[in-house]
């Protein structure tokens, strides 16, 4: 039986709420540095998506790992599958329109859903240089749809508009620590479809740096007993906890 | 005829100001031992091309070896965070940073391999990352107009695979990630691997041979080559190493970062095998 320290472990609430985000018999896709992607397609397909085509950057195809490891390109993520596709086959897969939903993060995520994973400060002489967005330029405006993660939630990482968008297109939600965004598609903002059991609304208006209407937001239903037992199985190392750290 | 040679005079053959294709992806399959020697042997000025590097282009950074850097991501994922050489290169200006996504390097090296000064790319919208350097044609044969990226023609492709023949012949286990595009797109193919094999061994097997012979300019043996990045099948990510050049790398010096690399010497004997 869950006790209640599980069931509002923040951890388990965001990787939770990725996995509901994922839908039967979609294809799916994660690349390098994605822990809690990876544990929440695993999560989702011992639960409620069983058909679902999980693929990665390492080109398996639906594998069974045995061990979860910190690296998301780790040659651990080959075992099980029965066959193997590029990284440019990814891509063209996402370009002639076959991918369905990607996984993507952003050191600074804006109001219009761009995030910004290249630069603080001026791009040419940076402040800060961050490691870049990987396959993000390219996937978000192809995929047909990106769900964003960040496990920090404060006003420098959720800005009104980032300095240098590495990437925009097709984000329909953002998960954090405090709530679920999605995004309107009428006018193209994050709007806060659900705050976590472990915030509250003054929290999350004090800790982003957008405005937001709260009004009638529900709670976030926390993880079931089922999906906590199913967390267990697929990710008996915790590797969902990484990236909390 | 045999390509086989010693590392040194592998990497003898590489002049500084050359552009250099790295393969792997992040911390696996580096050519690491290859890294090492354009260390020791002090190269300079070098391009690196990479889709998603981590050790490999911030050790290369860090002893000063970059000019330019043509790459999508530098890190070293959630095992330890931002790579700090690379950051402070780029932060200080020593290095050019040509920043581009995953899909805009291989784009580019396509255009290479078929011998076409640029390639068309979907999507790109909507990213900075474009603005001023990727130019969109017309679409000569109907509506609307497609983003382009040129060449990526380096002069070397450095690869380090499980096992090669004497003439270059490569066989990659587990995933390839870009090396079979790099090895075709570069001027020149240096091809380092666990382990020499026969060219009876691949014959029996021919479609795992993923980069022809006839290609290659040179092969070493050297066991251990990724160290400490994973060598599918052979060894996992050596995590205490590249926690001990984590933490050098926040205070790097010449002789520091030399220190750390003559670790790999011995590398092939002591790393673990993980999913052999």
Known sequence: MATAGERLDPAAIMVTALSRLLCDGERVFHGVASPLPMVAILLAKA????????????????????RLPRSTTDPALLEGTRALITLADAFDLSARGGLDTVFLSGVQIDARGRINMSAIGDPARPKIRLPGGAGSAFLLPTANRTILWRTRHDPRTFVEEVSFATGSGNVDRVVTPLCVFRRDPLVGRLVVESIHPTSSPEELTARTGFALDLTGAPVTPPPSAEELAALARVDPQGMHRIEFA | ????????????????????????????????????????????????????????????????????LVVAYVGFENLRGMALRFRSAIETGQVQLE???????IAGLRAAVQGIPFMPLAGMTGTDLASGRFHAVANPYGEGEVITIPAIRPDWAIVHVQEADGEGNARILGTTFEDALIARAARHVLVTCEKLVSGADLARRPELTTIPGFQVD?????????????????????????????????????????????????AGQRVTVGAR
């Not at chain 2, 920043?99 to 390097?105: K, L, M, N, P, Y």
């Open chain 2, 1 to 68: 005829m045999s390509k086989v040679i010693s590392l040194a005079a592998a990497i003898a053959a590489i002049p500084d100001g050359s552009s250099i294709a790295l393969g792997g992806n992040t911390l696996h399959r580096s050519p690491s031992a290859a890294v090492h020697e354009l260390i020791r042997q002090d190269r300079r000025e070098l391009t690196l091309i990479k889709t998603a590097g981590a050790y490999d282009i911030d050790v290369l950074c860090g002893a000063g070896c970059v000019a330019r």
């Open chain 2, 99 to 105: 920043e581009h996504t995953c899909a805009s390097v």
């Open chain 2, 218 to 266: 040179a092969v070493v043996e050297a066991p251990g080559g990724a160290w400490p990045a994973s060598c599918a099948g052979y060894y996992d990510i050596d995590e205490a190493a590249i926690a001990r050049y984590y933490e050098l790398a926040a205070q790097a010096t010449p002789e520091r970062i030399r220190a750390f690399i003559g670790e790999q010497a011995g």
């Open chain 1, 47 to 66: 639960t409620h998506a069983p058909r679902l085509v999980y693929i990665n950057i390492t080109g398996s195809i639906d594998p069974t790992p045995s």
